[in-house]
């Protein structure tokens, strides 16, 4: 069965991630997944549904925040695979996997962790993806992770909005850099998830919008999916609210 292309989804081993890889594997692609150690068997368990679908799949273990392993991680999967569309999903809500941190309490420790895995780690995969699509003279899709706080700052999250500001930031840099070469950048914004990474969100119904529900990880994979596809070669540089109607922009 001939494949789609290569995608490689970072932060894949639960939640948005492992949602938009098993979908992308669905719509027929390859799918290279990404975590941190601790979530290897995670992977390992993603790895076999994909190849379940009749997919190719791999692990790739990575510190998105760190350059050096973003490097070696975009060299092994277009070694392996061949080459590489990006989904820079990774992300983090706060010390210790929380949030809800008032700015007057967070520490440099607590701003360095979001920024460094939020805002670093999408300029990392955006860079690294961007020289080696540049090179495949394909063209392709770039697809970032920003959220409803990149579009409107919400108390005691103030790490958190500036990191998701800067994701809307590098993905509108980086649409007007590749879009020459027929690479699109986007992402997409979604307000409250029900995933591990927002246990505490999923039951505030302030967040649940005009829709009056919690979004899942398939409403999420069904707009990367759509962003993933021919049809979408006409949009670039926009981060996509999918938030339930929380509010409109």
């Not at 007057?104 to 995969?125: H, Q, Y």
Request: aromatic share 6%.
């Amino acid at each position: 069965m001939s494949s789609k292309g290569i995608a490689l989804v970072t932060g894949a081993a639960q939640g948005i991630g492992r949602g938009v890889a098993l979908r992308l594997a669905d719509d027929g692609f390859d799918v290279a997944v990404n975590d941190i150690p601790g979530n290897v068997e995670n992977l390992d368990t993603l790895v076999e549904e994909i190849q379940k679908k009749g997919r190719a799949g791999s692990k790739h273990v990575a510190d998105v925040s760190q350059e050096d392993q973003v490097e070696a991680m975009v060299e092994a999967v277009v070694q392996q695979h061949g080459g590489l569309d990006m989904v820079a999903n990774a992300g983090v809500s706060g010390r210790g996997g929380t949030a809800g941190i008032p700015l007057t309490e967070v520490t440099v420790e607590d701003w360095d962790l979001i920024m460094n895995i939020n805002a670093r780690g999408p300029f990392l995969c955006y860079k690294y993806a961007g020289i080696q699509m540049i090179k495949q003279g394909r063209g392709g899709r770039i697809i970032g992770a920003c959220s409803l706080a990149g579009k409107q700052g919400l108390a005691t999250l103030g790490p958190y909005t500036a990191s998701k500001f800067a994701v809307r930031g590098i993905t509108q840099a980086a649409a007007l850099e590749f879009g020459a070469h027929g690479i699109t950048v986007n992402a997409y914004a979604p307000g409250a998830i029900d995933t591990p990474m927002a246990a505490g969100a999923s039951s505030n119904k302030a967040l649940a919008g005009s829709i009056q529900r919690i979004g899942f990880p398939a409403d999420i994979a069904s707009l990367v999916s759509f962003l993933a596809s021919k049809e979408s070669g006409f949009i670039t540089g926009q981060s996509i609210s999918i938030n339930g109607g929380v509010f409109f922009d």
